[in-house]
């Protein structure tokens, strides 16, 4: 604000524009489109299931009953599985983004990466190849979600947009006052 300004000048200097005052009490923020590592998702070919730590990045969920436990092959460690949905993400696919989703996805605790499961894409017919560069996955010869190599794992190229998305259904989201994606189409 102008009266928070700690600058003598600023008076002197708004006056040489014509006559007319320019002044703004609006704030920008702008933060570089990076997905968090709890939101990326690791194309698997050792997991048999899809699986998430987050809860909040579900769209539609079913809690689990009673006790139920997933073993993570390298370790043996067993992990509690408390729930299973649907994932919405945006992929990333060429210079297009397409939005997507995860389907029977188990919501895993202590889950230190979100998994991809190669074994249950191929059971819904789609091919995976991976290769140094990294991954492509196909459907009826149509490639329909791609992988970058970064390191020893292959991440699923997520767009930008995810971030938008998974905030959606965030409460403390709309707490804030910020409105949904649906509004944003609707306006």
């Given at each position: 604000?102008?009266?928070?300004?700690?600058?003598?000048?600023?008076?002197?200097?708004?006056?040489?524009?014509?006559?007319?005052?320019?002044?703004?009490?609006v704030a920008f923020m702008t933060q570089e489109g990076?997905?968090?590592?709890?939101?990326?998702?690791?194309?698997?070919?050792?997991a048999s299931k899809h699986m998430c730590s987050e809860r909040h990045m579900f769209k539609t969920y079913e809690k689990s009953m009673g006790d139920?436990?997933?073993?993570?092959?390298?370790?043996?460690?067993?992990?509690?599985?408390?729930?299973?949905?649907?994932?919405?993400?945006?992929?990333q696919v060429g210079q297009q983004e397409k939005e997507a989703k995860i389907e029977d996805v188990l919501h895993v605790e202590d889950l230190s990466r979100n998994l991809f499961s190669v074994s249950a894409i191929t059971l819904k017919g789609m091919s995976v190849v991976i290769d140094k560069a990294g991954c492509v996955i196909t459907l009826g010869g149509q490639v329909v979600a791609t992988g970058t190599q970064r390191g020893n794992l292959t991440y699923l190229d997520l767009s930008r947009n995810y971030e938008a998305n998974m905030a959606e259904d965030n409460s403390w989201h709309r707490k804030f006052g910020h409105t949904s994606i649906q509004s944003l189409k609707r306006m």
């Open positions: 604000y102008k009266s928070e300004c700690r600058s003598p000048k600023a008076d002197s200097q708004e006056g040489s524009h014509q006559g007319k005052s320019h002044e703004s009490n990076q997905v968090r590592l709890k939101d990326q998702w690791v194309i698997d070919s050792g139920q436990f997933i073993s993570i092959a390298k370790t043996g460690v067993k992990l509690k599985i408390l729930g299973r949905g649907t994932v919405p993400i945006w992929l």
